[in-house]
């Protein structure tokens, strides 16, 4: 039976995977390469478009090579805007090409037409017969109209998908749901963070990170890792935070208490390790990439002030929602109240310090940025609660101390 954790890749897999849907696609045209010429042999009256045997052939052996040949060049489409998202941009965001249900949907017509067609070009009988199965032919056809129309329709989402507004735009509304589902609690002053380890003082027992070549915390089930501590009538510290990368062998898990009466490898089953960070438990990551998009939009090579301005509002945006909203400790205890859990998470000065020490050092020398920085702190200051506005009001001394030294 699989674990948490290798069920959680198998479907982050299938999200990211080019090849399912197509492949879904090239057996349904399989199975009307099939059932079709039935069909024609079961209707009696004509088709509203009537080919002769070498008509047909001749219209399928057309579909069959164009489509090979549409498919290459929509192929050839994806990789321009892959390079140029990822050098304008950042590579980060490829993923988001890979997993568009437009592009999936549109290969996956392409070669299903492609496949179809040549299947369906068996069925001709030139000779005597002359025998034709005319809708399994018209059908050909009518998916050559429906893939121009996904063509069309992948033209427009490529377009769009490489214009800064959208891709800042699709950036921010997934860091809002992120947000939305870790966070669902308003913010209230009886529950902010204590300096309290919450931990036992006592040794504890190490589990490392088995993975080879190392990875990078993905998403973890926290009622599982409960669970199984309450359990055992152990305490656990996972070190590494989420979306942290963890090297082979470095500690994953600290556990104190009888550690003995347990299996303590088994936390491993309830953490995904995988190559690359996700948007899924990982607040932080939106807010990385659009300060990425800022920062590479103010290097010399693309000086772009303006995109990194819309990807300030977007990050303004969400740092308006963590604030108004309850940010978790990271403690998680049993039915008895007794400490069971305990994992890193980010502070309101911490996301505050990833959304703007960047921006702040790089673009203090440009007005338009040290404009809108003012701009998206005063806002700050109107929406967020009282007790959360000294760390606001350090970052607006921490950028008027870089604009002083941007100017002298």
Not at 384 to 401: A, F, H, M, N, T
Request: proline share 4%.
């Amino acid at each position: 039976m699989l674990t948490w954790a290798q069920r959680f890749d198998l479907q982050a897999r299938a999200r990211a995977s080019m090849w399912i849907v197509p492949m879904a696609f090239v057996i349904l045209a399989i199975v009307l390469s099939i059932f079709m010429p039935w069909v024609d042999r079961q209707v009696t009256s004509d088709a509203i478009f009537v080919y002769s045997a070498s008509s047909a052939q001749a219209t399928l052996s057309a579909i069959a090579s164009g489509m090979l040949v549409f498919t290459g060049f929509v192929f050839s489409i994806l990789t321009f805007a892959i390079q140029f998202g990822s050098s304008t941009y950042t590579p980060r965001l490829l993923r988001s090409v890979t997993t568009d249900p437009t592009t999936k949907l549109a290969l996956g017509v392409f070669i299903a037409t492609f496949i179809y067609a040549l299947l369906i070009l068996a069925e001709v009988a030139p000779g005597d017969s002359d025998y034709v199965p005319q809708y399994s032919v018209l059908l050909s056809v009518v998916s050559v109209g429906i893939s121009i129309l996904l063509f069309l329709g992948l033209i427009v989402s490529v377009t769009r998908s490489i214009r800064s507004g959208r891709v800042t735009g699709d950036v921010g509304r997934t860091g809002r749901k992120v947000i939305n589902a870790m966070f669902p609690d308003a913010a209230h002053p009886d529950s902010q963070r204590t300096s309290d380890s919450h931990l036992p003082d006592e040794p504890s027992q190490r589990v490392g990170n088995p993975t080879d070549g190392g990875g990078v915390v993905q998403a973890v089930h926290v009622d599982g890792i409960v669970t199984l501590a309450t359990d055992a009538g152990i305490a656990v510290e996972m070190a590494p935070s989420v979306g942290e990368f963890v090297a082979t062998g470095a500690t994953m898990f600290r556990v104190f208490g009888n550690a003995e009466s347990v299996d303590i490898s088994r936390l491993l089953d309830w953490v995904a390790i995988g190559d690359e960070r996700t948007f899924r438990q990982d607040p932080t990551y939106s807010l990385r990439i659009l300060v990425d998009i800022a920062l590479k939009a103010l290097s010399p090579a693309i000086n772009d002030p303006t995109t990194a301005v819309e990807a300030l509002g977007r990050i303004g945006d969400l740092l308006q929602l963590l604030g108004t909203r309850q940010l978790p400790d990271g403690v998680h205890r049993d039915a008895d109240g007794t400490v069971r859990f305990v994992y890193r998470t980010p502070t309101w000065a911490e996301y505050l310090s990833l959304a703007f020490t960047g921006i702040r050092e790089v673009g203090a020398g440009t007005n338009q940025i040290v404009v809108e920085v003012r701009s998206q702190l005063d806002q700050l200051r109107e929406v967020v609660p009282s007790w959360r506005c000294g760390d606001v009001d350090v970052q607006s001394w921490l950028l008027e101390e870089a604009v002083a030294r941007a100017n002298s």
